[in-house]
């Protein structure tokens, strides 16, 4: 639905009016009196109605609800309670509030506007400037913002205004005459009104091009809609335009319907039919002859033949068709004859036009030069409003009106001349990726951007060039452009895009479809990877852009461009949810949680069916807010939303954990180890967090006195730990088990004269006899590392210097075995073995010196000898490409474009393959395995290294 300036300008003023006299309601009146005296009983019940439906339970909060009329209403009522100001300005303004009323109706519910609208709400406007500024600071700022810059309103977003649900269905457009309102014609309307009432099954509205037959077609098609007594159960409107009159002869319009039989199809559409060409006709007709339905076929001229004679004449029931045709239709159809405007519509038409246009040679003129120069236009709106385009842009009204036979091309041709050189590159770019395109993909087509843009846009929609319209999308609304179908096809005639700048456009919607498909991947690998930008369509890949970047500029403690970054993506796409997502993520990260609870807020309006979003809130709400009870709440939102996600539910299981509701945090981390798709990152999680489940309960349990059922708890931890496998082990987990000592040493002094006491010792024997070192694995079978005498043996000697061959590896395991002085075998992890994935061979040999590791001799410091050790490859920087944590394997691509694979053994130590994320940059050095070239000692480039501590927000571990 396309929306111009004078409804943009409208629709903002009466917003600030409306909220300005809701203010002053709530603050004259809501302080002081109660809320039953200040409100009629129904007013009070519908005010409650629509504020419970926002989840608005305060009563303080109903205010926000009231209308335009209730507003205006309330304040007549209690003007003896009004301070004097205030009580003056409603006994002097009580006929124009009224007014407002149906002209705000208008604007908010996208119905057409009348010709008086905007000068009375201008008018209104002008008169609060005799009363305080303070009474009204809304509409005051408003106007300044415009007054400052007039290109201001074309930023107001009017996508929201449209609340009303018809009470029919139907598809009519906004007419075109908005700029204006529909002036004049009021004879004819109520005419053409009372036509369609009667009982003449076709209605053809018939005159010559551009004088305005479809703009009283739509304006009568409107009153019918809000018409209760018409009668009709739905209204359908269809065009069959397909030429326009250019310089020398008849254009075709792309796509357009070519015959009657592609006119019914459309109305088809509309109605939900589904059959084949040859059963269109009867299909609409049925509908026609079965419910009372007002028909619309604009246009009708192109498309006369039998086949539509016929379908109307099988139309005959309840039902009307309206048409427009430059030509009649014969004896079927009831004509209704339309000229050009009276003289003084003409001039009015002309002069308001040229007002709104900001053409003040023209609105400044003599009635009488007026006059002299619509008659020289015929009377034509459709001309009117093109002169006045083609002096706005700089051509005298003389030069304008030499030749009144080519006044379209004419027209076209002077705007374009006078276009900004940024007006003509979007024109260019929009012929070359031809479409509705939003504001951040003109921007990145163009590379104009911030207010030279919003001026070029401004300019274009100024001459017609360019309409602004909001299209429906997943996500609700978005704001696009397009331009108008004759400036098009003038400008693909005569200034189209070179090759050279055609190639340019072209290829920059090839990277942003490459870049859109780029997120696409990595969201699908780990959307709740807080780096990974959520898009919406191709578009939002260039706003993604921005955000990753100020992603990374957070991770490089650069707060100020982080924000920076932030700021120009909102500008790009003001109505983005992940723009506050990441706003949220930089404030967070730079210490202020209030602006970063008002931008995650603000993420969720925007989106509140993100499951990542409602995750990361929550995080945020847990660790920086320390609301666990506002943490769960989004977490169950996010539940809903992606029941199966392990990200999810491990963290909800942990808000329950702290909340004390252990049963169902033991639940959802069952659903977790029943996921065979959880990473290896996930399970240890959700396993250290099922560990810690027993821990508290066990802490609990023991604060209570509760000692029998503490000590069940502890060994329940201790059964749980023994659950958990072998590969999945690691330090935090072993942590968890051991904090169980202190509960059992504390239950050993309270329990030491009971017969409970054996259990806990031996529990606490059990748990303290836990072992485990990184370098050797904890579950490795004693066997397989020497037995206890070979092991005593080499203990003796710890600190020596051998060498030896490697005789097995586990690579999956990271871990392996050297042979040396003939039949000893000492264990070694890949950690103590730098590029252990390219040299640990069976068969190479090494020189190590053997370690004590948690009691047991290993071997460490192990490096190649001789001739088999080429020199070190130096480090080089490079980026993630892919990442595949559930097979333990990742690519990333060289500054020279070059791909290298790399296992999880290849990482450099403390690095976890399931902290890399698409994109992240690393260094590496090259190695080699069994099938060639691979990166090792991949660890991040310390431009991505963060310090997460115990103030991280969302998606850090607690």
Known sequence: MSFNLVRLTLYGLITAIDADLRALVRFQLGSSTAIEAIFPADTLAKLRDRAARDGAADDDDIYEYLDFADSAQILRAHKASLDPAIAKFVNVNSTELDRLIPIRNRVMHARPLQFADYSTVDIFVKQLHSYPKALFPRVIEFEERVRENPNFVYSVDISQADQQVDRIPHNLPLPDYDETGFLGREQETSELLAACKSNWPVVTVV????????????????????????????????????????????????GAIQNSLGLIRSASDVLGGVGSDEAILDEVASYLNTFKILLVLDNLETVLDPLLTRFIRKSSGNSKILATSRVGIGEMSYPFKLGGLNSQEAVQLLRLTAKVRRVPDIYKAKNESLKKYVQQMKLNPGFIKWFVSSVQCGKRPEQALANPKIFLDFCLSNVYEFLTADGKTVCKAMIAVPGKQSLPLISYLTEISGDRLQEALAGLQSANILQMSSTLTEAGSETVFQLNELPRLFILRNHPPNAVEDAIFKQRMRDVSTQYERLQAERGANKYNPRVIACRNQADAITAKLLSEALGSVYSNDREKALN?????????????????????????????????????????????????????????????????????????????????????????????????????????????????????????????????????????????????????????????RSVPDELLDERIVSTGKRTLGVLSQLADQLSLSSLLPEVQRCYADIEDIRFNPVANIKLPFSSRGDATGDLALLQRIGTICTGSIDRVNVPKRYGFIRFEGDKRVFF????????????????????????????????????????????????????????????????????????????????????????????????????????????DVRPHPSELIVVGPSSPAGADV
């Open 829 to 936: 992890h890949f950690s103590a073995f730098p590029h252990a994935l390219t040299f640990a061979i069976p068969g190479n040999e090494v020189r190590f010196t053997i370690v004590e590791r948690e009691g047991r001799p290993a071997a460490g410091e192990i490096a190649m000898v001789g001739s088999q050790l080429a020199a070190e490859e130096p480090s080089q920087p490079g980026w993630i490409k892919s990442v595949f944590p559930d097979k333990s394997f990742a690519f990333l691509t060289d500054s020279a474009g070059h791909d290298y694979f790399f296992h999880r053994s290849n990482l450099a130590a403390r690095v976890e393959l399931e902290s890399l994320n698409v994109g992240d940059r690393v260094t590496f050095r090259i190695g080699q395995n069994h099938k060639g070239p691979v990166a090792d």
């Open 207 to 254: 005159g010559e091009g551009g004088f305005g037959k479809t703009a009283l077609a739509l304006r009568v098609a409107y009153d019918l809609l809000d018409d209760e007594t018409a009668g009709f159960e739905a209204i359908v409107w269809t065009t069959a335009k397909r030429t326009v009159l250019t310089l020398n002869d008849i254009q075709t319009i792309d």
């Open 565 to 721: 970054l932030v700021e120009r993506a909102k500008e790009l796409d003001p109505a983005f949810y992940e723009v506050y997502r990441v706003e949220a993520w930089v404030h967070a990260h730079t210490d202020n949680p209030a602006a970063a609870a008002d931008a995650y807020q603000s993420a969720i309006v925007f989106e509140p069916r993100s499951a990542p979003t409602r995750y990361w809130y929550a995080g945020f709400l847990l660790r920086a807010a320390h609301d666990p009870d506002g943490a769960r709440e989004q977490l169950l939102v996010a539940e809903g939303l992606d029941p199966d996600s392990a990200a999810v539910l491990v963290e909800l299981a942990r808000v329950e954990m702290f909340l004390g509701h252990n049963a169902e945090a033991d639940g959802r981390l069952q659903r977790v180890f029943h996921n065979p798709d959880v990473s290896t990152r996930q399970q240890r999680v959700a396993y250290d967090t099922w560990c810690q489940v027993a821990l508290r309960k066990a802490s609990a349990f023991f604060d209570e006195g509760r000692y029998s059922d503490s000590l069940s708890a502890c060994q329940d931890v201790l059964t749980r730990f």
